[in-house]
C-alpha cells in the first residue's frame, strides 16, 4: 500500500487576469503581454483553470510573478490564462490532466522562500515526488513547473 501524503494543487487566482481580458491587443503588448489563440492541444496550459486550452481558444500570454519576495529565489515567467477560465477548486491529491500529462520540475520550498528539494518526474507518477519531498521536514510547499518549456505550473501544499 502506497503513503501518499495528502495534499492539494493551487491554481493562480482568476482575480489576478480578468483586468486583462478586456484590453486590446495593443494595450496588452504595451504591458509585455499577448493574446494567443490555441493552435494546439495540449501546447496552452492555462493556471487559472489549470486544464489546456482548446484549438481556436483566445488565451493571454504574460509574466506572473509566482514567487514574489525579496529571498534569491523569487521568481517570475510567462504564463498563459484563458479568456473563458473558470478557478480550479482542487480536491485533495487531485491532478488535473494538464499537469498528470507533462514533465515536471518539482521545487520545494521552505518559509522563507528558499528551495530545500527539487526533483524532476512525469506528471503521471507525481504523487510519489510529492510525497517524497514532503517528508522532508524543511519543505512548507511546493511549485511544479513544465521541465520542457521550464514556465510555472502551479503550487502543491500539504492538505
Known amino acids: 500500500m502506497s503513503l501518499t501524503v495528502p495534499f492539494r494543487i493551487s491554481a493562480l487566482p482568476l482575480d489576478a487576469f480578468a483586468p486583462f481580458f478586456g484590453l486590446s491587443d495593443g494595450e496588452l503588448v504595451a504591458r509585455g503581454m499577448r493574446r494567443m489563440t490555441a493552435e494546439s492541444k495540449p501546447g496552452y496550459p492555462c493556471r487559472v483553470s489549470l486544464v489546456d486550452a482548446e484549438v481556436g481558444e483566445r488565451v493571454i500570454l504574460l509574466p506572473f510573478p509566482h ?42 520550498y521552505d518559509r522563507e522562500g528558499m528551495m530545500v528539494a527539487s526533483d524532476v518526474t512525469e506528471g503521471a507518477a507525481l504523487e510519489a515526488s510529492v510525497s517524497r519531498l514532503f517528508s522532508d521536514e524543511r519543505v512548507d510547499y511546493l511549485h511544479l513547473h513544465n521541465a520542457r518549456a521550464g514556465c510555472y505550473s502551479c503550487r502543491v501544499d500539504r492538505a
Open 67 to 108: 514567487l514574489p519576495g525579496p529571498g534569491p529565489y523569487a521568481a517570475s515567467g510567462p504564463v498563459f490564462a484563458r479568456e473563458a477560465a473558470r478557478q480550479a477548486q482542487m480536491r485533495v491529491n487531485e491532478v488535473p490532466e494538464s499537469v498528470r500529462r507533462r514533465l515536471l520540475s518539482v521545487r520545494g
